[in-house]
């Protein structure tokens, strides 16, 4: 089984920032896609960002463009999300998420997830 711990989360003002991180921990598990994914109160869980562990190639939501930066880091097996600017509406609960496929994934296409961690904008 694979555990993934998300961390980083909290309350900020609007404009701050924080830095979310998601270790990969358990048996040996070759993921080829890492993303965040966070879910509002009332709303359906949306992708936010994923970076594909081989290509480095990284995707990210309109919403979030220019803002969040997703990297990793291979010997800790940790993926992390730099959120910049942020904004109220970036409230929400985000989850990391691992997948063995590539591509334009959706929530079905991820195979572990984490706990969540809570964020809050204040304005």
């Known amino acids: 089984q694979v555990q993934l711990v998300e961390s980083g989360g909290g309350l900020v003002q609007a404009g701050g920032s924080l830095r979310l991180s998601c270790a990969a921990s358990g048996r040996s598990f070759s993921w080829n896609t890492m993303g965040w994914f966070r879910q509002a109160p009332g709303k359906e869980r949306e992708f936010v960002a994923r970076?594909?562990?081989?290509?480095?190639?990284?995707y990210y939501a309109d919403s979030v463009k220019g803002r969040f930066t997703i990297s990793r880091d291979n010997a800790r097996n940790t993926v992390y999300l730099q959120m910049n600017s942020l904004k109220p509406e970036d409230t929400a609960v985000y989850y990391c998420?691992?997948?063995?496929?590539?591509?334009?994934?959706?929530?079905?296409?991820?195979?572990?997830w984490g706990q969540g961690t809570q964020v809050t904008v204040s304005s």
């Open positions: 998420a691992a997948s063995q496929l590539y591509g334009d994934l959706g929530v079905p296409d991820y195979d572990y």
């Open positions: 970076n594909s562990w081989t290509t480095r190639n990284t």
